[in-house]
């Protein structure tokens, strides 16, 4: 059974970069027609894609973020990155990391980690 | 970028009812690439249903979903007990990737 969890601080100040990983077990990050992806939700508030990513490392960002925001995958791990710079207290949410199935629906969730930005 | 429209915002049933909820798009989704979620409080969301009427692995057939374009259907035939929770829409056609605001299923 496929399994992620997230990982990383839970606070950052404004102004910092906020840094998660994602890492997977039960399969390989490396399978192919598998993408990887970043989901958040401010709380008490709907779901945002953020961007995906693909084992070769392309990564599609969502344009409002692509200036703030850098993915990475480490195969040799069977992991994959966030890192979301210039943060504020709007960055403040649940962050979600999933795989994009092959039908292009996310179907497998981590259990997210909330992360507060605060001084 | 494609707005998801979810409505009503919220349902009030009781268990064994018939729970409709509807989401509509501001633009064609492609392919009827849209999906449904379920998310419970302090959980990861669930998909129930994908490509907008296919069933996820796992999920019970009291769950359908119809639709095509801009108007999209999730259908709880009987509520269960454990259907109480919040639904969410999303597409996957067209790039932003997005999802609507959710509708909360709660107990009459």
């Known amino acids: 059974q496929l399994q992620l969890r997230e990982s990383g601080p839970g606070l950052v100040k404004p102004s910092e970069t906020l840094s998660l990983t994602c890492t997977v077990s039960?399969?390989?990050?490396?399978?192919?027609?598998?993408?990887w992806v970043w989901i958040r939700q401010p709380p008490g508030r709907e779901l945002e894609w953020m961007g995906t990513?693909?084992?070769?490392?392309?990564?599609y960002y969502k344009s409002s973020l692509k200036s703030r925001v850098t993915f990475s995958v480490d195969t040799s791990k069977n992991q994959f990155s966030l890192k979301l710079n210039s943060v504020t207290a709007a960055d403040t949410a649940i962050y979600y990391c999933?795989?994009?199935?092959?039908?292009?629906?996310?179907?497998?969730w981590g259990q997210g980690t909330l992360v507060t930005v605060s001084s | 970028e494609i707005v998801l429209t979810q409505s009503p915002g919220t349902l009030s049933l009781s268990p064994g009812e018939r729970a409709t909820l509807s989401c509509r798009a501001s633009?064609?989704?492609?392919?009827?690439?849209l999906a449904w979620y379920q998310q419970k409080l302090g959980q990861a969301p669930r998909v129930l249903i994908y490509?907008?009427?296919s069933r996820a692995t796992g999920i019970p057939d009291r769950f359908s979903g119809s639709g095509s374009g801009t108007d999209f259907t999730l259908t709880i035939s009987r509520l269960e007990p454990e259907d109480f929770a919040v639904y969410y829409c999303?597409?996957?056609?067209?790039?932003?990737?997005?999802f609507g605001g959710g509708t909360k299923v709660e107990i009459k």
């Open positions: 633009q064609s989704v492609s392919s009827s690439y």
């Open positions: 990513i693909y084992y070769t490392g392309d990564t």
């Open positions: 490509d907008a009427s």
């Open positions: 039960g399969g390989s990050i490396s399978t192919s027609s598998y993408y």
């Open positions: 999303q597409q996957y056609g067209n790039s932003p990737l997005t």
């Open positions: 999933a795989r994009r199935s092959g039908r292009h629906h996310f179907d497998y």
